[in-house]
């Protein structure tokens, strides 16, 4: 049997502000947009909340499949990233329902608010995944490892039906999955990290 789902919470971490706009579609320097991307962060500081659940497993590649605790599916993507490796953690990160309710909100009210908060939680969730895999890093002394997320490869979303409950996810950070496999908060990612 694989060990309990665990949790951990981080402190905000710093903000990308070229991230940010690069997430908004801004091609340029994003000159006339910063006092609004200020008030956003402004307006946005205090409603999001960083939290990872995640559970480490042990992994099995063959071919074209992989293991992960008790998970088994096809994935020639996934068993290329892991090689090797025997032991990993599955987890999953948000920040909450803050962003969304800034978002809805603002859909209504200022569409380029909206599209800077939508952008701005996109930099949120990665930053936050970016904090966690560092600290897996440091706590077995690699290099910060890279991950990978349904969506990407042949890695299909659907994948997300057993990943949350394994990663206890509604408990630890109240997620939920929707149509489409796509997840509530929508700033919420799940990954695979291959450890050693």
Same mark, same amino acid.
């Given at each position: 049997m694989t060990s309990p789902a665990?949790?951990?919470?981080?402190?905000?971490?710093?903000?990308? !502000?070229?991230?940010? #706009? %690069?997430?908004?579609?801004?091609?340029?320097?994003?000159?006339?947009?910063?006092?609004?991307?200020?008030?956003? =962060?402004?307006?946005?500081?205090?409603?999001?909340?960083?939290?990872?659940?995640?559970?480490?497993?042990?992994?099995?590649?063959?071919?074209?499949?992989?293991?992960?605790?008790?998970? /088994?599916?096809? /994935?020639?993507?996934?068993? %290329?990233?892991?090689?090797?490796?025997?032991?990993?953690?599955?987890?999953?990160?948000?920040?909450?329902?803050?962003?969304?309710?800034?978002? /809805? !909100?603002?859909?209504? =009210?200022?569409?380029?608010?909206? +599209?800077?908060?939508?952008?701005?939680?996109?930099? !949120?969730?990665?930053? #936050?995944?970016?904090?966690?895999?560092?600290?897996?890093?440091?706590?077995?002394?690699?290099?910060?490892?890279?991950?990978?997320?349904?969506?990407?490869?042949? +890695?299909? +979303? /659907?994948?997300?039906?057993?990943?949350?409950?394994?990663?206890?996810?509604?408990?630890? +950070?109240?997620?939920? =999955?929707?149509?489409?496999?796509?997840?509530?908060?929508?700033?919420?990612?799940t990954a695979f990290v291959? #450890?050693?």
């Open positions: 665990l949790f951990c919470s981080f402190p905000a971490p710093p903000v990308n !502000r070229k991230a940010i #706009l %690069r997430f908004a579609g801004e091609r340029g320097d994003g000159e006339e947009i910063l006092p609004l991307l200020e008030e956003c =962060l402004r307006e946005a500081e205090g409603t999001l909340r960083f939290g990872v659940s995640y559970r480490p497993l042990p992994l099995a590649v063959t071919e074209n499949a992989v293991s992960a605790g008790p998970l /088994s599916f096809a /994935s020639r993507d996934l068993a %290329r990233f892991i090689g090797s490796k025997t032991e990993g953690v599955l987890f999953c990160a948000s920040v909450g329902h803050g962003v969304d309710r800034l978002i /809805s !909100r603002y859909g209504r =009210l200022s569409p380029a608010k909206a +599209l800077l908060f939508q952008a701005l939680g996109a930099e !949120r969730v990665e930053a #936050l995944c970016d904090a966690f895999c560092e600290k897996l890093g440091m706590e077995y002394g690699i290099p910060t490892p890279p991950r990978f997320s349904p969506g990407y490869g042949d +890695l299909p +979303l /659907s994948l997300q039906r057993e990943i949350l409950p394994l990663a206890e996810a509604g408990k630890y +950070l109240g997620v939920s =999955l929707g149509e489409g496999f796509l997840m509530s908060p929508t700033k919420t990612v291959a #450890l050693r």
